[in-house]
């Protein structure tokens, strides 16, 4: 039975503050806990707030109003604390946010009443190693990238898979995905589209200069390793395209699969093939 659930919402949507005040209300008649990220508190008038890397350990579930960008951050926020997400969307149909606000009062009582769905996504650890001292560590629901600066010229990657070496690949960067972040920066690079409950990891070049380096599919057991050579030039590290830093010649970026897992509420009215159909327009002339 869910006593606390948390709530977290995009930054100045217009529609939050409502439907935040709408999910307060209607958990509260049962006598559910709510407790709202800072600045959504202070939005609709709640004196006690909280630290939005405080809520996750205090909570039951976790409300995101927003979209899949959104959910995302929360998912880092989350962890290892195995707390499910619901994903309300305040814009178009998500990959993640799947539950609409019309769908949201039902989905309430489904809460309620304890009758939900949890599906399982992977996550990754991934760390930045700099003469052998590791100097950023990183948890990821979606992609690990390394992409150069505007200017820069060609990245040498040089990528092993478990100490085995996979190729050098020279290229504008290299995107590690997960089979939930397949529809994302791994999709726009000619990536495929992995079932997201499929245990499995992509690597795909961005721009290779060499056309027969494809992107390729390993096992999610694999441990990626990474090392960037260049000179003179900007290249970034980044995690889910939110957070990151910059990286310096020689560094080497290690990419495994994550003990942790996010755990999203199910929409009981779509599925998956759905959500592919509507977003990428399938069947559509």
Known sequence: MLKKIGVYAKKDHPDAEQIAHDICARLQRDTIEVLLEDSLAEQIGQVNGYGEDEIPALVDLIIVLGGDGTLISVARLV???DVPILGINLGRLGFLTEVTQAELPEMLDRLVAGEYEITERMMLDAAIRRNGEVVGEYTVLNDVVIN???LARIIDMTTSIDGRHLSTYKADGLIIST???STGYNLAAG???IY???NSLVISPICPHTLTNRPIVVWSKSVIEIEVKFENDVVFFTADGQVGRKLLPGDVVEVRRSAARTKLVSSPSKDY???LRTKLSWGER
């Open 79 to 81: 962890g290892h604390r």
């Open 148 to 150: 150069k600066g505007a």
């Open 179 to 181: 089979p939930t972040g």
């Open 191 to 193: 990536g495929p589209i």
């Open 196 to 198: 997201p409950e499929i």
């Open 273 to 275: 093939f759905e959500i």
